[in-house]
């Protein structure tokens, strides 16, 4: 599978990114914010991750859950020094013992995003074409 990224016209610097069929228009959040930054999707990637891995695991376990959200906040105050902090909150609703929540909450905190970002040594070769 490929993504593509390719800047939207000759000004500014809005980006249409595309996967599969979906189109997501993406931007530096400066002066003219056309879209998410590069940033934003890579927090947004795992907060998605965590909220669909709590509702597949909760529909294979029966556990009645309603509502999930995720929310992602950024510290990127020392990213230049190697640090790049994200805390996390999951919200869920239904019916829940706190035993199904712990569930969720430890599910949550192995979702493959989670891991791919604290425990895989990514490997990225950039060339001109």
Known sequence: MSITVRRDGVTGTRHILKVRE??????????????????DLYDSALAACKALTVLVYAQHKGIPVEEIE???NRDDSQERQGLY???TALHVTGALSE??????LR????????????EVKTEIETRLV
């Open 22 to 39: 979906h189109e997501i228009a993406v931007d530096t959040g400066g002066e003219h914010d056309a879209g998410p930054t590069p940033h």
């Open 85 to 87: 902090k994200l805390d």
């Open 70 to 72: 995720v929310v992602v």
């Open 107 to 118: 599910v949550a905190g192995k979702c493959p995003l989670h891991r791919l970002m604290t």
């Open 99 to 104: 035993e199904q929540k712990a569930a969720l």
